[in-house]
């Protein structure tokens, strides 16, 4: 039962598919993850807990999901799934949750924060932290708040309470160069 859990999950990180986010210089932050549906995922963790009655599984310890190009380390995710794996497994994965500084990379984009959580349902990706940082190539942006809408792509980026946005474009890069 727990292998079947174990596949349950695994197909479940395909689907957290971080689609592409709309923002001009970072336009690919989000594609990886479930892009490829021939990609293999693979994940590392020092530890798997499966919990049947609260339907979750638990990655501790040093946690690195995998797929081609992209990838995601954190020190703890929890994977929690709804119902019986019976019929469509990818429908049964209700929400994903990262704490422990998240890292989220792919080809030259990275995003990183204290904690990021997938809604499922409502295709939602939230990334939060002191210090949430969006960089690709030498372009950064900075708040503390990311939501990304993994159907439209659209990414909004809020700042701390007591602070700004901030944004750093090389010209070279909106050059072309």
Same mark, same amino acid.
């Given at each position: ?6 596949? /349950? ?6 689907? =957290?598919?971080?689609?592409?986010? %709309? ?17 293999? #995922?693979?994940? *590392?963790?020092?530890?798997? *807990? ?10 501790? +310890? ?7 190009? %992209?990838?995601?380390? !954190?020190?703890?995710? /929890?994977?929690?799934? =709804? +119902? ?8 049964? #994965?209700? $929400?994903?949750?990262?704490?422990? $500084?998240?890292? #989220? ?5 990275? =995003? !990183? ?10 295709? #939602?990706? @939230?990334?939060? +932290? ?14 503390? &708040?990311? !939501? /990304?809408?993994? &159907? ?8 701390? %309470?007591?602070? $700004?946005?901030? @944004?750093?474009?090389?010209?070279? %890069?909106?050059?072309?160069?």
């Amino acid at each position: 039962m727990k292998l079947f859990r174990f596949a /349950v999950v695994a197909t479940g990180l395909m689907l =957290a598919g971080l689609a592409p986010a %709309s923002a001009q210089t970072f336009s690919n932050a989000f594609a990886g993850f479930g892009s490829n549906d021939a990609e293999p #995922i693979q994940i *590392e963790a020092e530890s798997l *807990e499966v919990q049947d009655k609260s339907n979750s599984a638990t990655f501790t +310890g040093n946690v690195v999901v995998s797929q081609g190009e %992209s990838q995601l380390k !954190t020190q703890n995710l /929890v994977v929690f799934y =709804a +119902g019986s794996a019976a019929g469509n497994v990818q429908q049964s #994965i209700s $929400r994903l949750e990262a704490r422990g $500084r998240v890292y #989220i990379s792919s080809k030259d984009q990275t =995003a !990183t924060g204290d904690e990021a959580s997938f809604d499922m349902d409502r295709q #939602i990706m @939230v990334m939060t +932290g002191d210090k949430v940082v969006l960089s690709q190539g030498e372009n950064v942006v900075v708040g503390n &708040k990311l !939501t /990304v809408n993994l &159907k439209t792509g659209k990414a909004d980026l809020q700042a701390p %309470s007591t602070g $700004r946005v901030k @944004v750093l474009i090389q010209p070279r %890069s909106v050059q072309g160069n």
